[in-house]
């Protein structure tokens, strides 16, 4: 299957997802680093340990002000909580600078730049809070990527610029684009292309996981 038909055969599979990563952009902020290493369920744990003391209003206000170690005990469900805590308190630090100010921050130039010289921020981090915080179209890369380029494009990529890069060449810049797209990555890989993967129910059967290299680019 060509590279190019990829997101229309996933969302013919698993239908419109939308903007995919759940809550409203302040939440995405802490998601997104509470979801490092983690599964969902878990960040979810967390997010109701931080509700149960906050709101939605108040959330990165009230997070920002919360000792470092009460903050590693809320979201110790998240795993590598104290890691984790440390790398929130460096984003909130950086936003507080604009007063949690999302839509000045969003204007910022080099964006991308700043958001990586956040210790603990990596690429997949940074690129999802462009994407889905700040509406900005970089594409997440994260191991499902890999995993699924591997098996049905026999592409063992391992540089995440390099898959980034594949991405643009193939799809439009799009915001909206990206957004579902990633989400029906993850979606593949959790339900079919898992570790042990389930080829035998999967539409895709016979991918190159299968068959000899099979590479349209
Ligand atoms: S056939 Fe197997 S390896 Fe190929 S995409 Fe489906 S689950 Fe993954």
């Not at 902020?29 to 369920?41: E, P």
């Not at 709101?55 to 984790?84: C, M, S, T």
């Not at 191991?143 to 799809?171: G, H, S, V």
Request: hydrophobic share 35%.
């Amino acid at each position: 299957m060509n590279f190019e038909r990829l997101y229309d055969v996933l969302k013919a599979t698993y239908g419109n997802l939308g903007k995919w990563w759940p809550g409203d952009k302040e939440e995405i902020l802490i998601t997104a680093v509470l979801t490092q290493s983690t599964n969902w369920k878990n960040v979810e744990y967390a997010m109701e340990n931080i509700y149960k003391l906050t709101n939605k209003e108040r959330l990165l206000d009230f997070l920002y002000k919360l000792p470092k170690d009460e903050l590693a005990n809320l979201i110790k469900p998240a795993g590598f909580f104290n890691i984790k805590a440390q790398r929130l308190k460096n984003l909130l630090e950086f936003f507080k600078k604009y007063n949690f100010d999302l839509d000045t921050i969003s204007r910022e130039e080099n964006l991308r730049d700043k958001l990586l010289k956040i210790k603990g921020i990596g690429k997949e981090t940074a690129d999802s809070i462009l994407l889905y915080v700040f509406e900005k179209p970089v594409f997440v890369v994260d191991a499902y990527t890999k995993r699924i380029l591997n098996r049905i494009y026999n592409l063992k990529l391992e540089d995440y610029d390099e898959i980034q890069e594949l991405f643009y060449k193939y799809y439009p810049k799009d915001v909206q684009l990206y957004q579902e797209f990633h989400g029906l990555i993850v979606e593949h890989a959790k339900r079919y292309c898992r570790k042990k993967p389930l080829c035998d129910s999967c539409f895709f059967h016979k991918c190159a996981y299968f068959t000899s290299p099979f590479l349209t680019y």
